[in-house]
Nanobody
Framework: QVQLVESGGGVVQAGGSLRLSCDSS????????TAWFRQAPGKERESVAA????????NYADSLKGRFTISRDNAKNTVYLQMNSLRPEDTAVYYC??????????????????WGQGTQVTVSS
């Protein structure tokens, strides 16, 4: 079982940056591929980025390439999402998800087995 806890959300002005963290207390978290998704009010869950268990494979939603960077530190059992040049349309709850398919970096939420509770990101104009 993997328990995920997101942190780092908050309120930021447009053009600013935030770094989200996804922490796990599970000893095997480093063996899981991990992804970030987001969901804005009234909208469907949207993929953001995914990273394989050792970080060798990374995938981004096309619309977010160049502004968002996913990374991981397995020694700390943490996956990060660095978000730069934030826009009001980036406002959403951001979720961390993990799959036991180590090298999976697909962006379909259906294939991720474990989910965190989410962290709110609000970008003001």
């Amino acid at each position: 079982q993997v328990q995920l806890v997101e942190s780092g959300g908050g309120v930021v002005q447009a053009g600013g940056s935030l770094r989200l963290s996804c922490d796990s207390s599970g000893r095997t978290f480093s063996s899981y591929a991990t992804a970030w998704f987001r969901q804005a009010p009234g909208k469907e869950r949207e993929s953001v980025a995914a990273i394989s268990w050792r970080g060798a494979f990374i995938n981004y939603a096309d619309s977010l390439k160049g502004r968002f960077t996913i990374s991981r530190d397995n020694a700390k059992n943490t996956v990060y999402l660095q978000m730069n040049s934030l826009r009001p349309e980036d406002t959403a709850v951001y979720y961390c998800a993990a799959t036991s398919s180590r090298n999976y970096v697909g962006l379909s939420p259906k294939l991720y087995e474990f989910w965190g509770q989410g962290t709110q990101v609000t970008v003001s104009s």
